[in-house]
C-alpha cells in the first residue's frame, strides 16, 4: 500500500514537480542576491531619520517600503510624475531602478501557475500535494528499508539506482516536506480556503486639521528601527484630513501629520504572524541562507525522478490521442476557432463530424495556432470567430490578427470566415469582421462570403452550411444541439423589489448556496468558489442562449445574489423578476477574473449606474480589511430604485465604504454619474495619484460618459483611462 502510494503520485505527476523544483531551487537565490546588493540600514538608524533623509532628497515622497531583504524602496511624485528608486539609508538617495527583476518575474509566475492563471495554481497545488505524499511515504519506505529510524543514516546495500534514490531522499526529504506543505497552505489562502485573519485598525474620526509637521518631531517614528519598518505612507499634499500610516513587523496605526500624535493602532494578529512565517519558510524572504539550504536540498528532486523512473522499469509514459482530428501537415480543410466561453468549438465539433462524414481529412484547432506553413496540403481554411467585448479577440483567438498582418502574402487556399454574436450589441461580430476585412485588405482568396450566425442560430449555422457544402460540391448538413454548461438548481430564499412606481421594475434576488461535491471544492467547479465580480449565466425557458449577470456576493457571503431589471420583451429578466420565493432556477458559474478589485491597501474608485451596483456592492460587503472605497452611484431617484440603501449606511459606519457619491438623473437638476466626477474632480484626481483602481459597471452609455469625465478630469495629469487600463487600473463591466 505504502509503495503504490508512493510510486502512483510520483509517476503522475513528475513533470509538474519537476517544474516546482527547479523553479523554486532558482528562485531561492534572489533573496540572498538581494539582500547582498541593496544598501543596508544601519541598525541603530530610525525610521524617523531615514524618512527625513528621503523627504530632503525627494520632497514629493509618497510612500516609503523596505523589503524582507533590507531593501528600502521609495516612491514619489515630481511635477506630477511618479517615480521610484532602490534607496541607500545613509545618504536617503536613489541608486538603483525599483522596477522588479523580470527573470524573477518570469520564474515566479511559472512556478505559481505554469501562466496559466487559476487552472494553472490548482496544476501546481496538486504537485505540491504528490510532493507531500512522495515525501511522507518515502520516509516510511526509508525508514522501513534502513531497519527503523534510529538507523536512518545505515549504508544501504542493492542497485545504484536504488541507493542513489534513498540516499538523496535521506537528506532532502525535511526541505520536500516544509516546501510542500507551506506551498499547499499559501494555495489555499489565495484561494480563500483558510480564514483571512488580516487586521487594520479604524481610520481615525478625530483629526487635528493640522499639517507640516517635521518627520524629526513624530516620535512614534523615531522611536521605530528601520529593521522593523515594512511601509510608511506619507498623507496626500494639501489634504488636512489625511494621515500618516506607517506598518511595522508588529502592527498598522495611523499618525497624524498635524501634532504627529498616534491615533490608531492595531497589532498583527497571531493568524498573520502565523501566515507570514509560512511565506518566510516557502520564499526564504527574510532568511535568505534558510531559502538557499532548501533550494539546495530540492535540486534532488530531478535526481530523484530519474532514479524513480529507473527502479520502475515497466513504467513508460503515455500519450493521449485525439480521436478524429487529422495532423495539420495532412489535412484538407484547417478548421481554426476563436472562443472566449467555449460555445463556438461545439459548432466546430459538429462542422468537424459533418464534414468527417463527408470524406473530408479535417484539422481542428485554435485560430492562436495559425501557421500557414504547416498546411501543406490544405486545400481551405475556414474560421469559426466569436468576438470578445467591444471587438477585440476570445481566448483562443489572441495574436492571429497580427500574424496575419505580419505576413508577405495571403496563404494561396482560400478562406471563409464565419462570425458569431449577438445583434443586440454594437460590436456584433465585430472581430470576425476585422479578421475578413484584412484577409480582404491581404487579398487572400475566398471561399465563401464572409457570414454570421446571430445568438447561436443552429438554423442560421445550419443555412451557412448549406451554403458551405454548394461551394464544397457535398451534401452538408449541419444539425447542431448546442452543448449546455452543466448547471446547479438554485433555490431562490428572498427578493427586494424597487422601480414599480416609476414603471422600472428591478429585484435583489438571493439564492441559496448549492450544495457542493469535494471533488467541486477541490477543483472549483459549480458554485463551490465564487466572487462578487463574477458571473451567472441563466438559461430562459425558449431559448438557447444562456444571459449573464454579474455577482453582488461571494462564497464567503453565504449566498448568491444578483440585481435585475425587467427589459421591455426580456426574455430572461421577465422570467427572473417573476420569480417567488421558493421557486427554483437552473444555472451556472462564469468567472469573470478581469472584474476583480485585486488584492492591497489602494483605494478603490467604484462608479456604477442602476443594477451595475451589484457586483459593487459585493466588492464593499467583502471589505473586512477597511480598503479605502470610494462610490459613485447613479440612479433614477432615491426612493424608487436606491439599491442597498440600507446596508450603505452600516458599510459606512463598521468602514467597508469610505465614500458615497449619489447622482439622482430625476433630480433637479438631473444628475448622472459623470457630472458627479466632475464635481469631485479634485479628489477623483487625488484617489488616481493614490494608485486608486478604477471599477466601472453599468451600460455603455454610461461607461462611455465615465470615461470622457474621466479624460477631461485628468487632463492636466500624466494619467488617462487608456493608460490605466494599461496598467491594470481601469476595468469595466458593461451590458
Not at 534502513?146 to 538523496?168: C, D, I, K, M, Q
Not at 448549406?466 to 452543466?486: D, Y
Not at 423589489?497 to 421594475?505: I, K, M, N
Amino acid at each position: 500500500m505504502i509503495r503504490a502510494l508512493h510510486r502512483w503520485p510520483g509517476l503522475l505527476a513528475l513533470g509538474i514537480i519537476m517544474v516546482l523544483a527547479l523553479s523554486g531551487a532558482a528562485l531561492s537565490v534572489f533573496p540572498a542576491l538581494e539582500h547582498l546588493s541593496a544598501p543596508q540600514a544601519e541598525a541603530d538608524m530610525s525610521v524617523g531619520v531615514l524618512a527625513k533623509r528621503i523627504q530632503t532628497s525627494y520632497p514629493g515622497v509618497e510612500q516609503i517600503r523596505r523589503a524582507p531583504s533590507g531593501r528600502i524602496t521609495a516612491y514619489w511624485f515630481d511635477q506630477g510624475v511618479p517615480d521610484a528608486a532602490v534607496i541607500d539609508p545613509a545618504t536617503g538617495q536613489g541608486v538603483a531602478s525599483a522596477d522588479p527583476n523580470q527573470v524573477e518575474r518570469w520564474l515566479t509566475h511559472l512556478h505559481r501557475s505554469l501562466f496559466l492563471g487559476d487552472a494553472g495554481r490548482i496544476g501546481m497545488a496538486t504537485g505540491a500535494a504528490a510532493m507531500l505524499v512522495l515525501a511522507l511515504s518515502g520516509t516510511a519506505l526509508v525508514a522501513r528499508r534502513a531497519g527503523g529510524w534510529r538507523h536512518w543514516f545505515a549504508p544501504l546495500r542493492g542497485p545504484f539506482a536504488s541507493r542513489v534514490h534513498v540516499e538523496v531522499a535521506r537528506v532532502a526529504v525535511f526541505s520536500l516536506v516544509l516546501s510542500s506543505a507551506t506551498a499547499l497552505w499559501m494555495t489555499s489562502s489565495t484561494f480563500d480556503l483558510l480564514p483571512d485573519g488580516r487586521s487594520a485598525p479604524a481610520f481615525p474620526t478625530s483629526i487635528s486639521g493640522e499639517s507640516g509637521i517635521a518627520l524629526t518631531k513624530l516620535a512614534v517614528i523615531g522611536d521605530v528601527p528601520v529593521a522593523e519598518l515594512r511601509t510608511l505612507n506619507f498623507p496626500y499634499p494639501g489634504d488636512a484630513t489625511d494621515v500618516f500610516t506607517l506598518k511595522t513587523d508588529e502592527g498598522v496605526g495611523y499618525l497624524d501629520q498635524g501634532t504627529g500624535e498616534l491615533l490608531s493602532w492595531t497589532d498583527l494578529s497571531g493568524w498573520e504572524r502565523v501566515s507570514e512565517t509560512v511565506y518566510m519558510l516557502h520564499t526564504g524572504q527574510g532568511a535568505a541562507t534558510l531559502g538557499l539550504v532548501l533550494g539546495l536540498m530540492v535540486l534532488g528532486i530531478p535526481l530523484m525522478g530519474a532514479t524513480g523512473v529507473a527502479i520502475w522499469l515497466t513504467g513508460r509514459r503515455r500519450h493521449v490521442q485525439i480521436r478524429g482530428n487529422h495532423p495539420a501537415g495532412r489535412a484538407e480543410t484547417i478548421l481554426l476557432v476563436g472562443s472566449e466561453s467555449g460555445s463556438t468549438w461545439g459548432f466546430a465539433a459538429t462542422l468537424h463530424a459533418a464534414l468527417t462524414e463527408a470524406g473530408q481529412c479535417v484539422h481542428v484547432a485554435s485560430m492562436s495556432t495559425f501557421a500557414p506553413d504547416r498546411y501543406t496540403r490544405a486545400e481551405r481554411i475556414i474560421l469559426l470567430a466569436a468576438t470578445y467585448g467591444n471587438g477585440d479577440a476570445p481566448a483562443s483567438a489572441k495574436g492571429f490578427l497580427d500574424r496575419l498582418k505580419t505576413l508577405d502574402h495571403a496563404p494561396e487556399m482560400p478562406l471563409a470566415v464565419l462570425g458569431f454574436g449577438d445583434r443586440s450589441f454594437p460590436a456584433y461580430c465585430a472581430f470576425a469582421k476585422a479578421v475578413a476585412e484584412l484577409a480582404e485588405a491581404k487579398k487572400w482568396p475566398e471561399l465563401m462570403p464572409y457570414d454570421t450566425v446571430n445568438r447561436q442560430s443552429p438554423q442560421d449555422f445550419a443555412r451557412w452550411g448549406q451554403a458551405l457544402g454548394n461551394v464544397l460540391g457535398i451534401t452538408l448538413e449541419l444539425t447542431h444541439q448546442p452543448v449546455l454548461p452543466q448547471t446547479d438548481t438554485l433555490t431562490l430564499v428572498s427578493r427586494r423589489d424597487y422601480g414599480a412606481e416609476v414603471q422600472a421594475p428591478a429585484a435583489i434576488l438571493r439564492f441559496a448556496l448549492p450544495r457542493s461535491t469535494l471533488w467541486q471544492r477541490l477543483t472549483g467547479a459549480g458554485f463551490s468558489r465564487f466572487q462578487a465580480g463574477d458571473l451567472m449565466g441563466i438559461l430562459p425557458e425558449g431559448s438557447t442562449m444562456p444571459r449573464l449577470y454579474s455577482l453582488a456576493s461571494s462564497r464567503r457571503d453565504g449566498f448568491i445574489e444578483i440585481v435585475v431589471k425587467k427589459h421591455l420583451g426580456g426574455l430572461c429578466s421577465g422570467q427572473l423578476t417573476a420569480l417567488k420565493t421558493g421557486e427554483t432556477i437552473s444555472a451556472f458559474l462564469h468567472r469573470n477574473p478581469g472584474f476583480q478589485p485585486g488584492k492591497g491597501p489602494a483605494p478603490l474608485l467604484l462608479i456604477g449606474a442602476g443594477t451595475g451596483i451589484g457586483p459593487l456592492a459585493g466588492f464593499i460587503r467583502s471589505n473586512v480589511g477597511h480598503r479605502p472605497i470610494h462610490l459613485f452611484f447613479g440612479m433614477r431617484n432615491p426612493d424608487s430604485d436606491f439599491f442597498y440603501s440600507d446596508e450603505m449606511q452600516n458599510w459606512q459606519a463598521d468602514g467597508r465604504l469610505a465614500r458615497l457619491v449619489m447622482a439622482v438623473s430625476r433630480g433637479t437638476p438631473p444628475c448622472y454619474v459623470q457630472d458627479a466626477l466632475r464635481k469631485d474632480a479634485t479628489n477623483v484626481t487625488r484617489l488616481i495619484r493614490d494608485g486608486a483602481r478604477v471599477m466601472v459597471c453599468g451600460g455603455r452609455e454610461m461607461s462611455t460618459g465615465v470615461a470622457d469625465a474621466l479624460t477631461d478630469i485628468l487632463a492636466a495629469s500624466v494619467q488617462t483611462p487608456a493608460t490605466l487600463k494599461a496598467e491594470g487600473r481601469y476595468v469595466e463591466d458593461i451590458y
